[in-house]
């Protein structure tokens, strides 16, 4: 069984410019959730998809956004991209029904100078 | 902010010892996981335990979990090199998983 597969896995971008970040999830799975990582931070959560529907969202400005498509692929977009963007974007599928494991991706590493 | 907290930050101890890392969150939960993070594989997911379960065993792993203290904690038994990683909870809550921010295990040879 393939595993979840997240591209680019290496990015670098001005600022001010946009960025569109892809993860297909491990067949069969319909939930798709996005975190960001950084060292000051830590693991920080995104948004959450399901069958196409956005479930839950979590604290981060406007210009962050994803959507998830009928395959259960998901992408997510930061416009005008800051410093402060940088970071390592992890993308996890699950069944996203009951009690069940995450699996993620190895992340896209992205840095905006 | 919701992240959890895990103690300690970081932990050496010499192979074939135990090693216990906790972990503490804020949040009502569906269940609580812990997952290994080391730089060539990404985050693994190693055990999850259900909000209503008090114990749970993988393995060399024993997990930990209560709800009355919003706590639980991660023992590896036996360690080996291989267990050289970050070791992260994350509290399963409205379809999100909250962080802690990781403890750091260094096993030594």
């Known amino acids: 069984k393939a595993g979840v597969t997240q591209t680019p896995r290496y990015l670098i971008k001005t600022r001010g410019q946009q960025v569109t970040l892809s993860c297909s999830p491990i067949s069969g799975h319909r939930s798709v959730s996005w975190y960001q990582q950084t060292p000051g931070q830590g693991l920080q959560f995104l948004f959450e998809?399901?069958?196409?529907?956005?479930?839950n969202k979590g604290n981060f400005p406007g210009r962050f956004s994803g959507r998830q498509f009928s395959n259960s692929r998901s992408e997510m977009n930061v416009s005008t991209l800051e410093l402060g963007d940088s970071a390592l974007y992890l993308c996890?599928?699950?069944?996203?029904?009951?009690?069940?494991?995450?699996?993620f991706g190895q992340g896209t590493r992205l840095t905006v100078v | 902010s919701q992240q959890g907290e895990e103690d300690p930050q970081a932990l050496s101890i010499q192979e074939g010892e135990n090693a216990t890392m906790n972990c503490s969150y804020k949040t009502s939960i569906n269940n609580l996981q812990w997952y290994r993070q080391n730089s060539g594989r990404g985050l693994v997911h190693l055990i999850l335990i259900r909000s209503n379960e008090r114990e749970k065993h993988s393995g060399r792993l024993r997990v930990t979990l209560d709800t009355s203290k919003k706590s639980s904690s991660l023992l590896i038994t036996a360690s080996r090199a291989a267990d050289t990683a970050s070791y992260f909870c994350a509290a399963d809550s409205n379809y999100q998983l909250i962080w802690g921010a990781g403890t750091k295990l260094i096993i030594k040879p």
């Open positions: 998809y399901f069958s196409e529907t956005q479930r």
């Open positions: 996890a599928s699950s069944y996203g029904l009951g009690d069940t494991e995450a699996f």
